[in-house]
Nanobody, 116 residues
Framework: QVQLVESGGGVVQPGGSLRLSCAAS????????MRWYRQAPGKERELVAY????????SYADSVKGRFTISRDNAKNTVYLQMNSLKSEDTAVYYC?????????WGQGTQVTVSS
């Protein structure tokens, strides 16, 4: 079965960095684009970044452009989100997402808290 497991969240000061990882299993990872979403308290879940199956195409929400970088290692079945210059408004639960064989799959989420 499809599984997505995020890791790497934590508490960081404004201006700091974190790298999130999402380990995928149960499907041919290299055949699918992947996404990172986030959901802050009291807000809707929003798309943060997308990467194509081969990693050659990426896109970002305007709010994170220039600060976040999505990447993937198809040999390790893992997608990453490098987050730099973090701001308090980046505080949220971050979710890995894949649309696989016609169904939407989510990880359990990892909490990112940006606070001084």
């Amino acid at each position: 079965q499809v599984q997505l497991v995020e890791s790497g969240g934590g508490v960081v000061q404004p201006g700091g960095s974190l790298r999130l990882s999402c380990a995928a299993s149960g499907f041919t990872f290299s055949a699918y684009g992947m996404r990172w979403y986030r959901q802050a308290p009291g807000k809707e879940r929003e798309l943060v970044a997308y990467i194509s199956s081969a990693g050659t195409g990426t896109s970002y929400a305007d709010s994170v452009k220039g600060r976040f970088t999505i990447s993937r290692d198809n040999a390790k079945n893992t997608v990453y989100l490098q987050m730099n210059s973090l701001k308090s408004e980046d505080t949220a639960v971050y979710y890995c997402n894949g649309f696989v064989r016609g169904a939407n799959y989510w990880g359990q989420g990892t909490q990112v808290t940006v606070s001084s």
